[in-house]
């Protein structure tokens, strides 16, 4: 009897490749795409159907594998109860579809856990921010009032003693704890200036038009941050600045083929340094102090609408890419971004871009519920409503942008893996809070849902509002 041929479950006929949505074991982790002939093309396009000898002859090694019949046919989780899990960790295939597991039931995050041991940051990491003489604040911190920015206050400021240039962005979903949190850290932090900047409503919403048209969500921080406010790092003359990211979200960039490893040790390349500096040097301009060219690669990304480099190499940004397309539609909020760009690059007067390493500088572990009690207590942090919540507490609508990553990869629309799927799932292999609190945050607090979640409402209701 004849058998009726499937293409796999997560792989996708895409011009002249199959592309497979999900993340698979080590020994073929990033070996997303399968280039074909225009004979497999062919056959595969035409699937599902009875395949003669010479379409199985065709097919090749694809046969039981991308091709297969009815009964070999996988089958995505519709909710997290029906989902397969991790032997060590909390990862599954309902909020990562398309997660594979090897012999032992390890997900390949666990599987590749002593190879990236050593990825702890894109950009440089510092143990010491001296002094400047140059400037009235020693480093700014792009801050939102959340635990992750919270905490890198607490440490710069009271623990190193610097004089810190706190920036935030007022969005227009600021929840209330974060709210609250500022005009606490306000009265805590006698040696931090604090600055909020907002953006008018109507910019705004030319803004999030287009980024719901290209994301379902109108997330754009840090992005727009940065152009808001890298005009006022170089105006003050900054010699550093920091932002709030925690170690699973700069590790989730590398998961999520968006960095590769020697993106994580850049600052140390010292011939690609050399090369970077003496083209500098021939051009008459000073050459970069580390952390220095990240920042102006971060910063020329945002000003331009597309990174051709990067997706040259087969890396891509899409969160970063929609959120330059979308800012581009105001066309004048980059115009003093891009003066300040130039200026910077043309005077060496750039602002580097640096890192602690929040494990070392926890002891070990950055342990949210550790670091939680330390907030509370010495910076009069105003934890979220919902206690156990650890990700992204600063936001109201935080949720949409985990639901609209969520349900856009789990039907094969993007492929960037949900960026909350990847750092519960890290947090989860890292022990940075119990497996019990990690499933809660999972089922209920990430916005993993194929139904459109409560808190959706209230973006709509901001992209609608015409007063």
């Not at 199959?18 to 280039?35: A, I, Q």
């Not at 002859?57 to 089958?75: A, P, R, S, Y």
């Not at 789990?410 to 799927?421: D, E, G, L, N, V």
């Amino acid at each position: 009897m004849s058998e009726i041929y499937y293409i796999q479950n997560r792989w996708k006929l895409e011009n002249n490749k199959l592309y497979y949505y999900g993340l698979r074991n080590k020994e073929n982790l990033f070996k997303n795409s399968v280039k074909l002939s225009e004979k497999q093309k062919n056959v595969i396009f035409s699937l599902p159907k009875e395949l003669s000898e010479d379409e199985k002859k065709i097919l090749g090694k694809l046969l039981d594998n991308q091709i297969v019949t009815f009964e070999n046919l996988k089958h995505t989780p519709g909710n997290i109860r029906e989902a397969h899990f991790c032997k060590k960790c909390c990862a599954n295939d309902f909020i990562i579809p398309g997660l594979e597991f090897d012999e032992n039931g390890l997900c390949p995050l666990c599987q590749t856990a002593d190879d990236v041991s050593e990825l702890k940051s894109v950009v440089p990491i510092v143990d010491n921010i001296p002094h400047s003489e140059k400037s009235r604040f020693d480093i700014a911190l792009f801050y939102t009032g959340g635990k992750d920015s919270t905490f890198l206050l607490y440490y710069l400021a009271k623990v190193k003693k610097l004089r810190v240039l706190a920036l935030t962005w007022e969005i227009p979903y600021i929840s209330e704890s974060a709210r609250k949190s500022i005009e606490n850290a306000k009265k805590k932090f006698s040696n931090v200036e604090f600055i909020i900047r907002t953006v008018n409503n109507n910019d705004l919403r030319k803004i999030y038009h287009k980024l719901y048209e290209l994301s379902e969500n109108t997330c754009a921080c840090p992005s727009l941050a940065y152009i808001l406010f890298y005009p006022e790092l170089v105006a003050n003359r900054i010699p550093y600045f920091m932002a709030g990211n925690e170690p699973v979200q700069m590790l989730g960039l590398y998961y999520n083929h968006m960095a590769p490893k020697f993106i994580y040790g850049l600052d140390k390349n010292k011939l690609l340094s050399g090369i970077i500096n003496f083209g500098r040097i021939i051009t008459l301009r000073p050459p970069f102090k580390p952390g220095q060219l990240q920042t102006l690669t971060t910063m020329r990304q945002l000003a331009r609408k597309n990174s051709a480099v990067m997706d040259l190499f087969g890396y891509s940004n899409p969160l970063v890419s929609n959120v330059v397309k979308a800012i581009h539609e105001v066309p004048e909020l980059l115009l003093p971004f891009k003066k300040a760009i130039k200026q910077s690059s043309r005077t060496g007067n750039i602002p580097a871009f640096v890192h602690f390493d929040f494990n070392e500088i926890c002891g070990g572990t950055y342990n949210w519920n550790n670091v939680k009690h330390i907030l509370v207590e010495e910076c009069g942090w105003v934890p979220p409503d919902e206690t156990k919540k650890a990700l992204h507490t600063s936001c109201k609508i935080e949720r949409c942008k985990d639901h609209s990553q969520f349900v856009r990869f789990y039907h094969c629309k993007t492929k960037m893996i949900p960026f909350s799927s990847l750092e519960i799932s890290l947090a989860s292999r890292n022990n940075l809070a119990s497996k019990e609190d990690i499933i809660y945050e999972m089922e209920n607090l990430l916005g993993f849902s194929l139904e459109e979640i409560p808190e959706c409402v209230l973006m709509h209701e901001y992209l609608e509002d015409k007063t």
